[in-house]
């Protein structure tokens, strides 16, 4: 069993404040996908890395696979009030099948 | 977005009943996927299909089947409902590749 691990769970920082979610495993994985989810609905697509080592930038959100594709990052800078959401990671394993992490609650206060 | 609904969005039933969530989609994608979501569990893969009459189980499928007659529909059923089934249900399709969620539908089970 695929099992990922999404830190921190919960994050608080004001508007202005830049922060990283990181989602790890010890499986290797043939992409990452990361979302966004607010209350009420249903996962959002922010990004899909493949290559180890890829780095892929959307406006203020930057998203790194790791070197061994077990891991990957993703980094907020000057995070805004819009940017609060349930963050989630997914691994896709065999069969096109996504294993997800747990998920990071981001709250950004103006 | 994707063009996917699911219906109904919000039901409350009573212990032992039978439930049908259906997901609907208008991208003609091959892939089918039903996932609940629950605090302090993320997403969890319930069922799966590949095409047309070819589902297979995933992590959870205990008390779930599946059916999926045409393409564009993919549907839910609990023979009979348990309050351990309480939770917010969602499909996604894919093309393969990367998946794409439907809005939600939040089951209550009295």
């Known amino acids: ?110 | 977005d994707a063009g996917i609904t699911q219906s109904p969005r919000h039901k409350v039933t009573e212990t032992g009943t039978p439930v049908t969530l259906r997901c609907h989609q208008t991208e003609n994608h091959r892939y089918m996927y039903w996932y609940r979501q629950d605090p302090g569990h993320g997403l969890r893969l319930i069922h799966y299909s590949y095409g047309v009459k070819d589902t297979d189980k995933g992590e959870v499928s205990d008390g779930y089947s599946v059916s999926r007659s045409k393409t564009e529909d993919f549907l839910l059923t609990l023979e009979s409902a348990t309050s351990s089934q309480t939770s917010v249900y969602f499909c996604a399709i894919s093309n393969g590749y990367e998946q794409y969620f439907g809005p939600g539908t939040r089951l209550t089970v009295t």
Request: charge should be neutral; include cysteine; proline fraction near 5%.
């Open chain 1, 1 to 110: 069993t695929q099992l990922l691990e999404q830190s921190p769970q919960f994050l608080s920082i004001q508007e202005g404040e830049n922060l990283t979610v990181y989602c790890n495993s010890s499986s290797v994985f043939s992409s990452l996908q990361w979302y966004r989810q607010e209350p009420g609905e249903g996962p959002v697509l922010l990004v899909t890395v493949v290559t180890g080592g890829e780095v892929k930038k959307l406006k203020r959100l930057t998203f790194q696979f790791g070197d061994a594709r077990k891991d990957s990052s993703l980094h907020i800078t000057a995070a805004q009030p819009g940017d609060t959401g349930l963050y989630l990671c997914a691994g896709q394993g065999a069969g096109n099948m996504l294993t997800f992490g747990g998920g990071t609650r981001l709250m950004v206060k103006p």
